[in-house]
């Protein structure tokens, strides 16, 4: 079955930028399904990020979107996330999780699949 | 765009039932039978218990089920076990294709 694993730094400067990776295993990163990224600061909620489709279209938070690039690496069925500019409030675990969403289809929309999860400090 | 508001704990004693109420706006939960609900243990990833507001997915329980009434959604949980102690969230699919989690539910098994 299809499996998600996100790797990066676990340790980003202040204003610097976070970089992960979302590694889909089990199954292609180009079915029809979005991919998204979801994180949850230390003891709080969940926050969605943004989300891609292998086409290359994206949908962002808007109260995150002036920092945030998802991408897709075809080549090696994964999709990374981007997060620039960030500051101690950006510290979190960060998830890379499967939206049973296709294409151009408003049903089904939830997450089915999630990684373990990575958590990312930001400290200098 | 503002998190869905739910309850920031519930409670309830094996055996019984319990339900958790997720309110949005004509924006997202009353626009849309995209709801969905999680399942979070500490330390853990969350878990799909609910979908398009109340379906299942294979292998989860029948104890779980979920509803909508205008822009509130709700879920409920009958004959509480101790292993469904976790925080729950809700979620919305919402305007200009985008996602919104409620700010999560601790459940409290007694």
């Known amino acids: 079955q299809v499996q998600l694993q996100e790797s990066g730094p676990g340790l980003v400067k202040p204003s610097g930028t976070l970089s992960l990776t979302c590694a889909v295993s089990g199954g292609s990163i180009t079915s029809n399904n979005w991919w998204s990224w979801v994180r949850q600061p230390p003891g709080k909620g969940l926050e969605w990020i943004g989300e891609?489709?292998?086409?290359?279209?994206?949908n962002y938070n808007p109260s995150l979107k002036s920092r945030v690039t998802i991408s897709v690496e075809k080549s090696r069925n994964q999709f990374s996330l981007k997060l620039s500019s960030v500051t101690a409030a950006d510290t979190a675990v960060y998830y890379c999780?499967?939206?049973?969403?296709?294409?151009?289809?408003?049903?089904?929309?939830?997450?089915?699949?999630w990684g373990q999860g990575t958590m990312v400090t930001v400290s200098s | 765009q503002s998190a869905l508001t739910q309850p920031a704990s519930v409670s309830g004693s094996p055996g019984q039932s319990i339900t958790i109420s997720c309110t949005g706006t004509?924006?997202?939960?009353?626009?849309?039978?995209?709801v969905s609900w999680y399942q979070q243990h500490p330390g853990k990833a969350p878990k799909l218990m609910i979908y398009?507001?109340?379906q299942r997915p294979s292998g989860v329980s029948n104890r779980f089920s979920g509803s909508k009434s205008g822009n509130t959604a709700s879920l409920t949980i009958s004959g509480l076990q101790a292993e469904d102690e976790a925080d729950y969230y809700c979620c919305s699919y919402a305007a200009s294709s985008t996602s919104i989690f409620g700010g999560g539910t601790k459940l409290t098994v007694l």
């Open positions: 891609m489709y292998h086409s290359g279209s994206t």
């Open positions: 398009e507001v109340s």
């Open positions: 004509s924006s997202d939960v009353g626009n849309y039978n995209l």
């Open positions: 999780a499967r939206d049973l969403r296709g294409w151009l289809v408003l049903s089904l929309s939830a997450f089915d699949i």
